[in-house]
């Protein structure tokens, strides 16, 4: 858990406000009298460039000179409705769309890193019942795993303020083609907001690097989407993370967004850009391990697995690269494939083949994922497509990259859909519907890349020019 070291002294008043404050709020501390251990008197003289200055305390590691009250409730997450910790991760597009939700209610939480501290990491799976799982937030000690804003909401009896106003645009979704209709929009005077159900960034986000965006000879997922983020923002756009669009009405030549909450947002036009989800393979065990040892995301989850042995599914572009990006910091990757041949462009294949602890089985069929007898993922039991024959590859975590399904459940019935539940567009990302547009990955023919859903998100936003002017 924590680990809390204040160093003071017993006639210094700052040091026993500090103190009565942790004590308050029942915060597990350790003190250490400068007066009697001359190793802390030695050690507050470091931190402090030289100077003795008292109280310094030491959360985590990480030192604060003379905290006030106001600066340890922050630090620790102290609230009025309870104490709240936040275990995560920065590469974590949910961890990030609860830090935002409690940063944008006034609401103080520690974040604590499951990479730079192993006990949290330790924490995490012992209240998930051996599943890494982030975010896992704990107010007042009592878990919550990966609770989407409403019930954040609720749990810390947070004030809601009903959305009233009109907006010019209002885009679902708040990835690589949002956030470029958002720009554009922005920039032709129209008020826009970016509806996101999780955190900004989209797929991109989850990539580790990208070396195919025009201007940069290779830019991280993050960095170029927090980039776009910024510049949205700086253009005025406003942007609501954890907002789960259930449906679209359409009365008086004006469209009501539905969401999941009470909250309901309306636009003279929409942008439908909700991307799209991995899929799966719907096998014996993997719904089961999810989580525990079963992943869709290197980015996301594959810190845990260290110096360890991961295997990968699939043979296209993203198969390969993620599996690529595993290999610069696990022992091993197996890349499982059903096929003869990768479908990934040859640049990825050459760059595998030159790449000695990544191995790979060809012309292999997945049948089943096993666990070992904590309930962990062990091994994945295969067939040999020519052969018959069945075996077993074991692994400390396995990732799934076989393809993508578009996020579009919320809209069938609305605008057109094809035969897999794309979005079909004419024009200038029209959708079936006048006023309604799409863009990116959700929309049918779309390219799964970044500097096309960019392309995309301008097209769209010469759309909603044409159609705002009529």
Known sequence: MNKIKLYGADWCPDCRRAKAFLKENQIDFEFVDVDLDLHATALVEKVNNGKRIIPTVIINGKSYTNPDNSTLANILGINEQGTVQLFGADWCPDCRRAKSH???????????????????TETVEKINNGKRIIPTILINEEPHTNPDNATLTQLLALETVKETKVYDVIIIGGGAAGLTTSIYAQRDRFDTIILEKKAIGGNAFLTQKIENYPGFQNISGPELMEKME?????????????????????????????????????????????GST?????????????????????????????DREVLVVGGGNSALEEGIFLSSFCKKVKIIHRSKEFSASKTYVEKLSKIENIETHMDKTILEFLADENGLFKEVKIKDNITKKEQSIPGDGVFIFIGLIPNTDAFKGIVGLNEKGFITTTGLANTSVEGIF???????????????ATGEGVLASYGIREYLKK
């Open 278 to 306: 991995y899929r799966r393979l719907y096998i014996p065990g993997e719904e089961e391990l999810i989580g525990s040892g079963v992943h869709f995301c290197a980015t996301c989850d594959g810190a845990f697995y260290r």
């Open 230 to 274: 910024e510049q949205a923002r700086t253009y005025g756009a406003k942007i609501a993370t954890g907002v789960e669009v259930a449906g679209i009405e359409i009365k008086d030549h004006k469209f009501y967004v539905k969401t999941s909450t009470s909250d309901n947002y309306v636009g003279r036009s929409v942008v439908i850009s909700t």
């Open 438 to 452: 799409s863009a990116g990955d959700c929309r049918e023919g779309a390219i799964a890349q970044v500097a096309a």
């Open 102 to 120: 409690l940063s944008d209610n006034g609401v103080n939480f520690q974040f604590i890193d499951v990479d730079e501290n192993v006990w949290a």
